[in-house]
């Protein structure tokens, strides 16, 4: 198996788990956050869900100088329709990822625009799963503060 092959299987198998998770917050607990400064239920599950578009340009080495998202103004609906609209999004950095050699993965910088420091590709996306699962994480601990049933994700 090839590394890129290895890494969006990691991928895979996170956002499907991230999904569970999603797909048990009722609707009357989208807007619901721990604190004032924290994301709310719905915010975060677009959070995660957005930044496959902003990681597909970092990886392919893009400009973030004048980024835009295209979840820019959009009303939160359900986590179904922000799955939907995100999907697109997904498969063409999954595509991204999947067309890199394992000589690009472990010889390519890539230079995060959060902090300008500088990653190798392979670690750089390996991070990104990373990024997705502390985000589980949090999600977990939002369904268990709301006394929501958590999905089981250990399957």
Do not use: C
């Not at 996306?125 to 999905?151: C, N």
């Amino acid at each position: 198996m090839t590394q890129s092959k290895l890494i969006i299987s990691n991928f895979t198998e996170i956002r499907r788990r991230s999904i569970k998770l999603w797909k048990g917050l009722p609707q009357s607990h989208y807007h619901w956050k721990p604190d004032e400064k924290a994301m709310t239920a719905i915010e975060m599950i677009r959070h995660v869900l957005e930044a496959d578009y902003g990681w597909n340009i970092i990886i392919n080495n893009g400009s973030m100088a004048n980024y835009q998202t295209p979840w820019k103004n959009r009303p939160f609906i359900s986590v179904t329709d922000e799955l939907e609209f995100a999907e697109p999004y997904r498969n063409t950095f999954l595509e991204s990822v999947r067309r890199f050699s394992d000589k690009e993965l472990t010889e390519t910088e890539i230079i995060h625009p959060g902090n300008g420091e500088k990653k190798i590709l392979g670690k750089y996306l390996l991070r990104i799963g990373y990024h997705e699962s502390v985000h589980a994480g949090q999600f977990l601990s939002y369904l268990r503060t709301m006394k929501i049933d958590r999905p089981e994700i250990w399957d």
